[in-house]
């Protein structure tokens, strides 16, 4: 499976996923697994042959969260259907266990043929509405450490639904999040899901860090150009049609808006 890589042409740009609420969840219905792996499998296509650079499966549905996913089901459930992702896609996949279950996230996508992770709360404590959040940096370099693999690793900072329990700047805390808890890459969003960050915000943890920055929410192709600096977009919210499904029109839509940023 094809490991994620930052284009050096134009912004990369990462599609999500967003699954049916999973076993183990408060509101899964009872769904078959095998229906969730076939809508997975068809959602992820669409970004495949739209071109997309990466795609993220997210437990998005499974809200109310935990702070940490304990229920074997729902890691079991993920791990067989990013398995089934990953055979049928040409591009890198992720994965986001939410609500910051990296440990185990690493642990699926080392299984699984996965490449990469985001954790909402990878190097910073914060607040919100599952609780105190606490870091969980040292958990997945273990992960990594046990099972002899490389996982590349999306670290937000300042994340969205949440307030940090600190009065760091962001910049010493995007420092701090690549120096010392080892993220490969930082993402910044918004307040809320579907919300843009403050453009000025993205500028400043560009300017303190040497690592690549990409943005993880609110992106459509009417905003991208205020921010034009990232080095990626996550896209999850503007796909969608009203059923959660991944709308093609859209998705083209916003792999022609990314292709207008080439740079020279």
């Not at 068809?42 to 071109?51: F, I, K, P, S, Y």
């Not at 930082?186 to 993205?202: A, F, K, Q």
């Amino acid at each position: 499976m094809p490991t994620l890589k930052f284009r050096d042409d134009r912004p990369t740009l990462i599609g999500v996923v967003h699954l049916p609420p999973l076993p183990g969840s408060i509101r899964y219905g009872g769904l078959d697994i095998s229906t969730i792996i076939d809508f997975a499998v068809r959602n992820a296509r669409v970004l495949d042959e739209t071109g997309f650079d990466a795609i993220i499966l997210e437990n998005f549905n499974d809200y109310p969260f935990r702070v940490r996913v304990k229920e074997t089901e729902t890691i079991a459930s993920m791990a067989i259907i990013a398995r089934e992702v990953v055979r049928t896609m040409t591009i890198p996949v992720g994965i986001n266990l939410l609500r910051n279950s990296g440990p185990e996230a690493v642990a699926i996508a080392a299984v699984t043929g996965a490449s990469f992770i985001r954790s909402n709360a990878y190097c910073e404590s914060i607040v919100s509405a599952e609780g105190i959040i606490e870091p969980v940096s040292r958990e997945v370099l273990e992960v990594m450490t046990r099972l002899n693999t490389k996982v590349t690793v999306l670290a937000d900072i300042f994340v969205k639904h949440a307030s940090p329990l600190h009065r760091m700047t962001v910049e010493d805390v995007a420092k701090d999040c690549v120096e010392r808890a080892l993220a490969d890459a930082l993402v910044v969003t918004g307040p809320r899901t579907g919300e843009p960050p403050d453009p000025l915000l993205l500028r400043r943890v560009i300017k303190s860090v040497n690592t690549k920055v990409l943005v993880g929410s609110g992106i459509n192709p009417n905003n991208i150009n205020d921010y034009r600096e990232a080095h990626g977009f996550i896209v999850g919210t503007y796909l969608k049609d009203e059923e959660g499904q991944i709308d093609l029109a859209k998705a083209r839509n916003i792999v022609n808006a990314v292709k207008a940023l080439a740079r020279p």
